[in-house]
């Protein structure tokens, strides 16, 4: 909701593109749907995989993540391993992965979302310049040697205070 009342203030010709399904009812995509109106810049895609996903990943200008509660955000870390200029919610669980190589906004804050967003609109360099930081990071961040090595040193530290 907070991204469709902000897109509507944006000053871009651009596309806002909804994807994803609701997972527990329809209430919500049917509510924000009837939100944004007959606005024909505004797709609903629904629930995307494959092909599909990585082609809105790969040609996205930014992507937003304007979640007031998550777990791991696992579309965050996809967005910017495809080298996405990435925005996202000032909450803790989004902030720990992008650092400081994404946007980040006041949570529920649609003016604040608002005006990051017709920055980049604005500002075509910053947008590039996060594009080019978003995937060399976060993979860098994640890899897996990394996580397994974190892991094997867990488990040896556990072992010697047992």
């Known amino acids: 909701m907070y991204l469709a009342e902000a897109y509507e203030?944006?000053?871009?010709?651009?596309?806002?593109?909804?994807?994803?399904?609701?997972?527990?009812?329809?209430?919500?995509?049917?509510?924000?749907?009837?939100?944004?109106?007959?606005?024909?810049?505004?797709?609903f895609t629904g629930f995307v995989a494959g092909k599909l996903r990585e082609e809105l990943y790969s040609n996205a200008y930014v992507y937003v993540l304007p979640s007031d509660l998550e777990g791991m955000p696992l579309s965050l870390?996809?967005?910017?391993?495809?080298?996405?200029?990435?925005?996202t919610?000032?909450?803790?669980?989004?902030?720990?992965?992008?650092?400081?190589?994404?946007?980040?906004?006041r949570k529920s804050d649609v003016g604040d979302l608002r005006e990051k967003l017709q920055g980049l609109m604005d500002?075509?360099?910053?947008?590039?310049?996060?594009?080019?930081?978003?995937?060399?990071f976060i993979c860098r961040k994640y890899s897996w040697d990394d996580v397994s090595e974190r892991t094997v040193k867990l488990y040896r530290k556990s072992e010697t205070k047992g």
Do not use: W
Not at 77 to 87: D, F, I, P, Q, T
Not at 91 to 103: G, L, P, R, S, Y
């Open 9 to 43: 203030g944006l000053q871009t010709e651009k596309k806002l593109v909804i994807a994803g399904g609701s997972s527990d009812t329809d209430e919500f995509t049917q509510e924000l749907k009837r939100q944004v109106g007959n606005n024909e810049n505004v797709i």
């Open 77 to 87: 870390l996809e967005a910017m391993s495809y080298g996405n200029c990435c925005v």
């Open 89 to 105: 919610s000032d909450i803790e669980e989004c902030t720990e992965v992008v650092e400081d190589k994404a946007v980040v906004f």
């Open 123 to 136: 500002d075509a360099e910053a947008v590039t310049q996060y594009k080019s930081e978003a995937a060399q």
